[in-house]
């Protein structure tokens, strides 16, 4: 399904977008990639998400990335006597490993990691950041604190340590069975939730074992300050604004958005941003001029995606969520002032006989008069250098593996097209030909860029480059052979 825009849109399914219909108009909408979010129904229904994302598919011919999210380890306070208490800015509080029922002055902090990870002065956020504490005194099973700012706190709120880096199982228990269940579905992607390290990564993908990519969301300072290592054992990226604003100061969020972006689309790895894009459209059918500015900013930038959370899995107004999103889209990249953003922010890799490829695809298309590029990819490799350079003229990614298809459905500017295994490279020019002019990307008169490796279906040999007539007579006219 072709789309007037390159950046892509990730949509959250829930209760409000939990049926066939729903999920068809969300995906003709707008929606490129699903979400299923597994801190929040159970297998049954996630399993039913996933076959109606696949029956949709079938039915429209349209390859649909299914994005499997896990909820990561999950920091929460025990219960409370009373509904709730308030705690007074100067106040002390104590958090211990007593499971009695909190009051005023204490409560059940249920994670003894935490203890043994603090540190005098740490900071304690509670409720979404929303109450702060600072460490005064700790032990192996408690932390005295001084209340900096007040609030009410209530049975198992969350909670964050932004100060320190926690000794906590990148996976929990409950990560394991769902990262396993998910990966038996046949998800295309698996995002990782707080994650701190490298090595956390590292471990999901031994469990993965290469049956889905595996995306990182940086929500931690200390995922903040180890990005690099981190971005080099991951397949994407999600900036995940929610949590990494409660445990940062909310104005170094903007800058660290624009870096990672950056780094990512360095990389050639796709990077989504997520959390609040449009939050005021749970309720109302139209988004705040401050939203829509948010999500334009992410466009600017170079974002490959932007997702949209409660907004579609919660809200009233799932389906104009997703056409606000898009048509954001769509102004932004007609705007010449786009481009001039994005090809200045372009980084030049040479590295590699593929860098050098793709390079001179793009460039070739921005001198003369081509009307695509088509580059035969089976890891998604070749696609994803070429979206990287970002190019002006749409991106054909041909494959023979429905998997790639739908990882690629998550990267900027990629048209995905399902083709029949090639074994020469003027039978890969002849069906790159005929798939550009079917799509309505190019007519008969028109010129392509294909882009593909020889020998064929070799991961990581893309070596030759042509232009091409989309009339198949010139292709055989000038190649009879």
């Not at 032990?139 to 932004?162: L, Q, T, Y």
């Not at 969020?253 to 449009?278: D, E, F, G, S, Y």
């Amino acid at each position: 399904m072709r789309r007037l825009r390159n950046v892509k849109i990730v949509a959250t399914l829930g209760p409000a977008s939990n049926d066939y219909a729903t999920i068809k108009a969300l995906h003709e909408t707008g929606a490129d990639v699903f979400r299923l979010n597994m801190s929040h129904g159970d297998h049954d229904e996630i399993r039913e998400r996933h076959r109606i994302i696949r029956e949709i598919e079938r039915e429209l011919d349209s390859p649909i990335g299914i994005l499997a999210d896990l909820q990561g380890p999950k920091l929460r306070v025990g219960t409370f006597a009373n509904p709730e208490e308030e705690l007074v800015e100067g106040q002390s509080f104590r958090f211990d490993l007593n499971e009695a029922e909190g009051d005023a002055t204490r409560v059940c902090l249920p994670h003894p990691e935490i203890f043994k990870a603090l540190e005098a002065d740490a900071t304690l956020l509670v409720n979404d950041g929303k109450i702060k504490l600072r460490v005064v005194n700790h032990g192996a099973d408690f932390a005295d604190c001084v209340v900096v700012n007040g609030g009410a706190i209530s049975n198992r709120k969350g909670v964050n340590v932004p100060d320190v880096l926690l000794p906590l199982a990148a996976l929990s228990d409950k990560d394991r069975a769902d990262l396993e269940f998910v990966c038996g579905l046949g998800v295309d992607w698996l995002a990782l939730s707080f994650v701190q390290r490298a090595e956390d990564v590292e471990e999901a993908r031994a469990l993965v074992q290469g049956r889905a990519a595996v995306l990182s969301k940086i929500e931690k300072p200390s995922a903040v300050k180890s990005f690099e290592e981190i971005l080099a054992v991951s397949d994407g990226i999600m900036v995940a604004r929610g949590d990494l604003g409660v445990e940062l100061p909310v104005q170094n969020v903007p800058p660290i958005q624009k870096r990672l972006v950056r780094r990512c689309r360095a990389a050639a790895k796709p990077v989504i941003v997520a959390t609040q894009m449009l939050e005021s459209m749970i309720e109302s059918p139209m988004p705040t001029r401050a939203e829509v500015s948010d999500v334009a900013t992410a466009i600017y930038e170079g974002a490959d995606a932007v997702m949209l959370s409660a907004e579609s899995a919660a809200g009233d107004y799932p389906i104009e969520a997703v056409q606000t999103m898009s048509n954001v889209a769509v102004e932004v990249e007609g705007d010449p002032t786009y481009r001039e953003i994005i090809e200045s922010s372009r980084v030049a890799k040479r590295e590699s006989v593929a860098d050098g490829i793709v390079a001179a695809a793009r460039e070739i298309a921005e001198t003369t008069d081509i009307k695509a590029i088509c580059c035969f990819t089976q890891s998604g490799t070749t696609a994803l250098l070429t979206a990287r350079e970002r190019p002006r003229v749409p991106i054909i990614a041909m494959t023979s593996l429905r998997g790639t298809a739908r990882r690629l459905a998550l990267s900027w500017g990629t048209n995905c097209i399902m083709t029949g295994e090639v074994t020469r490279f003027k039978q890969a020019v002849v069906n790159a030909a005929r798939s550009a002019r079917a799509a309505g990307f190019a007519g008969a008169e028109d010129q392509i860029v294909v882009t593909a490796g020889v020998p064929f279906n070799v991961p990581g040999t893309t070596n030759i480059l042509r232009v091409a007539p989309c009339d198949e007579s010139l292709i055989f006219a000038s190649d009879p052979e």
